[in-house]
Structure formats: C-alpha cells, structure tokens
C-alpha cells in the first residue's frame, strides 16, 4: 500500500490487484454529484441540497476522521461472510438528520465532557445540615464520606485543619496588634514604687540607645508611665522618640549645671501616650568639664529625678559609652543597671571594667546599686562565636540574663531614621518581638522582685 491520496483496497479492485472498472476509493469523502477529488470546487456545481463537507472528532484520541460515504458510483462487492449478504464497503446506517433536508447529514458538534463534581453546601444551608434538615435529593454524596457524615456538612479535603500553622502574613500581624496594644489597656504589670534603670556599658556600638528606647516604648504602649533621660551627648535616644534636640532646647545639660526642674526640660513623645523624654544636646559635652567644681557633682541628677512631681513606673537613663561623670551620675541616680552586651569578644573584655567601676560606686555613693539585668544584643545564630558568648554571659551571669534575645535585625537600624523606635515602625519583625519579650520579661522580674525600688 502506498501513499497517493488514494486506498489500493482489494475488496473494490479487480483480480490480481487490477484497479476496478469504477476505479479506487479516495479517502476524501465527497458527495454524489461533487467534484472529484483534485477537481476544483465550484459552487455553481454543487447540488442545491448539500452542505459542504464536516469532519467528525473521534471523541478518545481527537484524530480526526472524515463522515464514512461511499460514491454513488462505486458498486457494493458482497461481503462473503454475512449471512445476510450485506455489503462489504456498504456505510454504517447513520440515524436520521435533525434537520429538516433529509437529504443533509446532521453535522456532529463535539460536546465537552460532563465531570460529576460533589456540591459543597453554601454558608445559609450549613446551619439547615446541622440542625438535621435534609439535603435536596439532586446533592450527591462526598465519595469516602458515611451516611452520618454527609448528613450533616460536606467538608473539602482543601480545608485547613486547626493543627495547621497560620500563614506567616497573618502570624506577623497579630504579632503587630499585640505590640501596639491598641486597646490601651495595662497588659504588663506595674510596678509599686519607680524603678529607675540605667542602660550603661563603656563600650560603644552595643546597642544601649537602642535597647533604652524600644524597652521604653513597649512598656509605655502597654500601661506604664515611662520617662527616658536621654545623658548621651550625642542626643541619638532624642532622635529615636522623634523630640527636637537642636541647640537652644531646654535639655538635661540645664538640670545638671544650672538646677532648672526637670519637668521644665521634659517632653511628651508624639504618638506614644505615657512617655516623656529629656533631650540632650551638644551643649552636654562641655557638662563633664564644668561640673568637676560643682558641689556634690556625682548626685546632680539623682536630685532632679528625685524633685520630679509626677509620678512614673519606669526612669531609663542612657549613659554615654565611657566612664566620666555623667555615667557616674547615672549610676548614682538609679537602682539597677542593665547592661546590653554585644555577642563578641570586644563586649566581654570591657565588661570587667564596667562591673569594678560598679562596685566602687555601690561602696562610697549608692549602696543600693546592683546589676538587675543583662540582655544580649546583635546575636547571630549563624555564627559559633554568638552562641560561645551567650553560654559565657548566662554561667557568668545566672539568672540576670533575659532569656530574649536581641537578634541582629535590619528594621532595628531603619527605624531611627524615621523618627520611630522599631515597636511603631515595624511592630510585626523580629526585632520589635525581641525587644517586646525582654520588656515583659523585666515588667514580670519588677512584680516578682520588689527589692531594688525607690521611693
């Protein structure tokens, strides 16, 4: 058999694969009184009653395949094993035309395959299945389902289950609304007297502004009455709460040298109730110098926190990184020191230094002084050297370290320059949980420790 358009069929050729008188069959169907195959089509030579040629779909492998027809003028050979005598090349019986020329087959148009899909019940019929009323007799069953089961609701293999985690939009939001406290109500507790705490350590770099000013905002947005005196010349806790530190301001540098009130120098922070914050300018470099003849140098400042009229929860005084006379009023004026360190080896060498310089002012200044809290900052859990450090500070330190810790967080460095602390900023990352857990842990430590209060 080849391949010329045309079928070499023996059953329409004569003895010996000699062509019929008729000659061969093509393949293209055509119609009686239609051109043959090759001839071009004309219009005016078609019968008036025929449609032009419609090719049918095999519905299971797509191949397309003509509508079975036969010439008018081929004879039918008789096919020798049909009692019967039928035909051999005679065309299966085709049921008749829907339309009204009996003479026109009816064309065929493929029909998408119908798929039977379980109706799930909608929301107004849930509440009908679950007080036991019926459902209509045209739902069918869920396939794997008991009659008790689809009695009642049809559930979706699709449909979460509770012990599935929440996405990690959602987990990010609610840890935002739980930050922000927008309700306003006092979710951490309160302490019975001030307690005043003082962020230092000798070594810059380690996060004590930072530290000073998101403790500070977490604990306002949660009930508690926060003051922060800001005893960096370099004014950078001014600019995390957003209060003008500019020259000219009224700042610490006037209560420490010229005795001016404190609540002369104090500014609300915007947007944060029950937070108020003392500015520090330039002009507080100069401070270590002109106080080295003042009376009484080392308890300036503890007399103008102690002069305050109003009443607050928490006092955080942000020491500058050195051991002059500023820091040394700062340990004066507080009862507990916190302590950020750095998960390095640079913050562990100084911290010797800073606990003698401690010791010394517990002795001769403020015997009521001691160190209440370590929080590690900056860690880097992809590092061994972050975890060495840690393991160092806790056998050291005990029960004084804060089991938060203060990962190494893109959105604690931007949020200073919005003006924001990283609560408001970016409440949702995990710097602002961080600092969130180590301010709750401390409000839970004041509650149970009421040793280290001050009138």
């Given at each position: ?7 070499d ?58 509508v ?50 379980p ?19 045209d739902t ?134 029950n ?128 089991q ?11 949020a ?17 949980t ?22």
């Amino acid at each position: 058999m080849h391949d010329d358009g045309r079928y070499d069929d023996r059953r329409v050729t004569g003895p010996g694969g000699q062509p019929s008188a008729t000659g061969p069959v093509s393949r293209e169907t055509t119609y009686q009184g239609w051109p043959a195959s090759g001839e071009p089509d004309d219009a005016s030579t078609r019968p008036p009653d025929c449609d032009p040629v419609v090719r049918r779909e095999t519905p299971s492998t797509g191949a397309v395949r003509p509508v079975s027809s036969v010439p008018a003028n081929v004879p039918l050979a008789r096919d020798p094993h049909d009692p019967n005598g039928g035909p051999l090349n005679a065309p299966a019986p085709r049921p008749a035309p829907a339309r009204g020329n009996a003479a026109v087959p009816a064309r065929y148009e493929p029909q998408p395959p119908v798929v039977a899909v379980p109706q799930q019940p909608t929301p107004e019929a849930a509440p009908d299945a679950a007080a036991g009323v019926a459902a209509p007799a045209d739902t069918p069953p869920a396939a794997g389902y008991d009659d008790a089961a689809t009695a009642s609701t049809y559930v979706s293999r699709e449909t979460p289950t509770r012990e599935e985690d929440d996405p990690p939009l959602a987990m990010e939001a609610m840890r935002a609304v739980q930050i922000l406290n927008p309700s306003g109500e006092v979710t951490m507790p309160r302490p019975e007297r001030t307690r005043v705490m003082c962020v230092a350590n000798q070594k810059g770099g380690v996060g004590k502004t930072t530290t000073t000013v998101n403790l500070a905002v977490a604990l306002a947005l949660h009930g508690n009455r926060v003051l922060v005196v800001d005893l960096d010349p370099q004014g950078n806790a001014s600019t995390g709460l957003n209060v003008p530190h500019h020259t000219g301001v009224p700042d610490v540098y006037d209560c420490l040298i010229d005795s001016v009130p404190l609540e002369e120098v104090a500014q609300a922070v915007e947007g944060i109730p029950n937070l108020w914050c003392v500015p520090a300018t330039i002009d507080l470099a100069g401070a270590e110098i002109e106080l080295v003849s003042v009376v009484a140098r080392e308890s300036r400042l503890a007399r103008a926190i102690a002069a305050y009229p109003g009443h607050f929860d928490y006092v955080f005084i942000d020491c500058p990184p050195s051991l002059g006379l500023l820091t040394v009023n700062a340990l004066v004026a507080a009862q507990e020191v916190l302590i950020p360190i750095q998960c390095e080896y640079y913050a562990l060498e100084g911290l010797n230094q800073l606990i003698q310089n401690i010791n010394l002012v517990r002795q001769h200044l403020n015997p009521k002084l001691e160190v209440s809290t370590i929080l590690l900052t900056m860690y880097d859990r992809r590092t061994r050297l972050a975890d060495a450090v840690e393991q160092d500070v806790r056998n050291h330190f005990g029960d004084k370290v804060l089991q938060a810790v203060i990962p190494r967080n893109v959105r604690v460095s931007e949020a200073p320059s919005y003006g924001q602390s990283v609560m408001t900023y970016d409440p949702g990352s995990r710097g602002a949980t961080s600092y969130f857990e180590a301010a709750q842990e401390i409000a839970e430590r004041g509650v149970m420790e009421p040793v280290s209060r001050n009138a």
